[in-house]
């Protein structure tokens, strides 16, 4: 490096933030807005972020009624409301800092639809009064879902019986990470993007992160690089998982808004503005999705159009324009990883599928960690 760079790019900052989606920007903010002498520079191997928060599906979203039964059998009811709870209120914390209009959040409500032909129809009507209590024990929203009987959507492929929930609505993700940006610039954040991290360790009281051009050292640092997480530390429990997304062109007739979940979750849709956006079925080839390579598969692909042709019933003469993927981290436990991996550097991954509602509070959280430590 030049001396002139070393003074500038490549100052020493006292903290790095490796990774700069949705965690690793409000950690970054956080902190800056709690001690603004810190000099904090945020590192991402991409020109913008690229890994899950400008690619997901942007619901603001905090759990289907299929998907928290399932949590319930793998996780304590305690865990599983604690972390509905931390997406209520990652969501309130995004919708601060962000403002609605610049991620242009709607409140659009969302419904869980269901197969003709499941005979468990009755047992999710009876876990429905359960959950709302608990729910409303928790978090304070009242009548969270509701049972309806009536599918008030043009979809031929579904049971009539589906579940509303008022409190769920959609955003941009694109405008709501651009903002944030900005408003990390504006409290004068620097960013070093372009530069994959090859290694993070410490040596005599100081964190060395190095890239295959560079090694910049700092006192703390704190990776957010969900999904990816294993290529710097293999042994962290965390598997990327990679999800794979449609957008049509403008459809005349969609004249719906909302967001849609089926089965568990694993498949999710919504419009965006006249298009329909559909994603995931990530469960059908469980194994080869299991990856950080940010490819595209038939196998899934033609899965999620037939669905759209079958089960929306949306005629193969509207084209998809877009198609992409994007990696999500995640465990065999829902929760997040927010802890230090040694005495300077601090982790905050695994974000699961409802990362866009946990992002602000788990960057706000890595935050608190360094901050008490009276940096
Ligand atoms: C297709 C899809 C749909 C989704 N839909 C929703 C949804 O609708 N609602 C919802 O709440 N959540 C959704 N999620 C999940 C949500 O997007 C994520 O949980 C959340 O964005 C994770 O944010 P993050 O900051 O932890 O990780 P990321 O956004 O993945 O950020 C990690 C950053 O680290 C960088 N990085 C990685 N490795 C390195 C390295 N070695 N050196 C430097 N930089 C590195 C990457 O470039 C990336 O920018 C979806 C995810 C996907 C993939």
Not at 274 to 289: D, M, Q, S, V, Y
Not at 321 to 337: R, T
Request: contains cysteine.
């Amino acid at each position: 490096m030049s001396y002139w760079e070393s003074e500038t790019f490549l100052k020493y900052p006292d903290i790095a933030i490796i990774g700069g989606g949705i965690v690793g920007i409000n950690t970054a903010i956080t902190l800056k807005e709690n001690n603004s002498r810190l000099d904090i520079m945020v590192i991402d191997r991409n020109s913008f972020p690229l890994g899950a928060s400008t690619r997901n599906a942007g619901f603001a979203c905090f759990g289907s009624v299929t998907e928290l039964i399932d949590d319930l059998e793998t996780s304590s009811e305690e865990d599983v409301f604690q972390l509905l709870n931390d997406r209520k209120l990652g969501l309130d914390m995004l919708r601060k800092r962000v403002g609605d209009q610049n991620m242009a959040y709607e409140n659009t409500g969302s419904f869980e639809l269901f197969d003709k032909a499941d005979d468990n129809l009755s047992t999710y009507k009876e876990y429905i009064r359960f959950l709302n209590a608990r729910i409303y024990d928790k978090i304070g929203f009242k009548d969270t879902f509701e049972a309806r009987e009536k599918l008030d959507f043009p979809f031929p492929g579904f049971a009539d019986f589906n579940i509303y929930n008022k409190y769920e609505g959609q955003i941009n993700p694109g405008k709501m990470i651009q903002t944030l940006y900005n408003i990390a610039s504006k409290l004068g954040i620097r960013f070093l993007m372009g530069h994959e991290i090859k290694e993070i360790f410490e040596e005599n009281g100081m964190v060395n992160i190095t890239s295959s051009n560079f090694i910049i050292k700092s006192r703390y640092a704190v990776v957010c690089t969900n999904g990816f997480t294993k290529h710097i530390f293999p042994e962290i429990n965390l598997l990327p998982a990679r999800n794979q997304v449609l957008v049509t062109q403008e459809i005349p007739n969609l004249d719906w808004k909302a967001c849609f979940h089926y089965d568990k979750g694993y498949i999710y849709f919504r419009n965006i503005g006249k298009r329909l956006l559909i994603g995931g079925a990530r469960n059908i080839a469980k194994l080869n999705e299991t990856t950080t390579e940010l490819d595209l598969t038939d196998e899934i692909l033609d899965h999620l159009k037939e669905f759209v042709h079958q089960k929306l019933g949306i005629s193969p003469d509207f084209k998809f324009e877009f198609q992409w993927s994007g990696i999500m981290g995640v465990g065999n436990v829902k929760n997040p990883i927010i802890k230090k991996y040694s005495e300077h550097i601090i982790l905050a991954v695994r974000l699961g599928g409802m990362g866009i509602a946990l992002g602000t509070l788990v960057g706000s959280k890595a935050a608190d960690l360094l901050l008490s430590e009276n940096i």
